[in-house]
């Protein structure tokens, strides 16, 4: 069992930076996939970026690509977010999740989930 608790949401101008963490607890953190999502009002939740265990891999979707940064530190079991160069259709609830293959993280499936941080980019 893997529990996840997302921070660093809020509002922010178009063009600015937000930092999302999502701190886990368990031992499995280390040996697992950890990905974010979001959901904007009125659509399906989306796949955002991915992280092998190792840190080695990562994946993003198309949208975000060269904006956004995931990254881990196993250490401190926390995955992160860097989001760069936000736009209003950035703006969603983010979720953290964990386990299961990367290439079902891209199809926005994961064995764990986060309850979500609000996201607001204002234009």
């Known amino acids: 069992q893997v529990q996840l608790v997302e921070s660093g949401g809020g509002l922010v101008q178009a063009g600015g930076s937000l930092r999302l963490s999502c701190a886990a607890s368990?031992?499995?953190?280390?040996?697992?996939?950890m990905g974010w999502f979001r959901q904007a009002p009125g659509k399906e939740r989306e796949f955002v970026a991915t992280?092998?265990?190792?840190?080695?891999?990562?994946v993003y979707a198309d949208s975000v690509k060269g904006r956004f940064t995931i990254s881990r530190d196993n250490a401190k079991n926390t995955v992160y977010l860097q989001m760069n160069s936000l736009e209003a259709e950035d703006t969603a609830v983010y979720y953290c999740?964990?386990?299961?293959?990367?290439?079902?993280?891209?199809?926005?499936?994961?064995?764990?989930w986060g309850q979500g941080t609000q996201v607001t980019v204002s234009s």
């Open positions: 368990g031992r499995t953190f280390s040996s697992s996939t």
């Open positions: 999740a964990a386990g299961g293959p990367l290439y079902k993280h891209t199809k926005a499936e994961a064995d764990y």
């Open positions: 992280i092998s265990a190792s840190g080695l891999t990562t």
